[in-house]
């Protein structure tokens, strides 16, 4: 296996894992979840600066960790490749997601004054909650699927 390969596919794997441990945090911790109003929106507030600096550069760099062991991968077989690509487009569905679904609720949320909710807030939490139970899922999915060629695909 080239040094390449090895090298994309171990930073793939870290970023990657990195990234699904952080959204899986917020399923973990479902007391979050059940704090008053004022609370959950600050907690919201502030995670939507934290997540909104550091999660681009390393989905960026995690998504193009992915591309080059993809192409890489493609001489290795269907086990190797097929996996590394669909990691990649999990990753890539994770982020899609993001984009359509949950950053227009976290930008709605940045605007409500913690103290003075709208009456709807709940339902935007919800639906917040259901959107990012599904990118968790696909986050897992994409770092189970790297584990899985990783562990596999050594030779």
Known sequence: MSVVLTASRTLALLLIGLYAGGVVF??????????????????WQALNVDYGRAMPPLLLVGIAALVVAAALSWRRGWFAFGLTAAALILVILTVALTLTGLEPLNRLADAW??????ADWEESRRRWLSLHLVRTALALAA?????????????
């Open 113 to 118: 004054d913690p103290d003075l909710l709208p």
């Open 143 to 155: 770092f189970a699927c790297l584990l899985t060629v990783q562990t596999f695909d050594r030779t």
């Open 26 to 43: 917020v399923v973990l911790a479902p007391s979050v979840a059940r704090l008053p109003g004022p609370a959950y929106v600050r907690y």
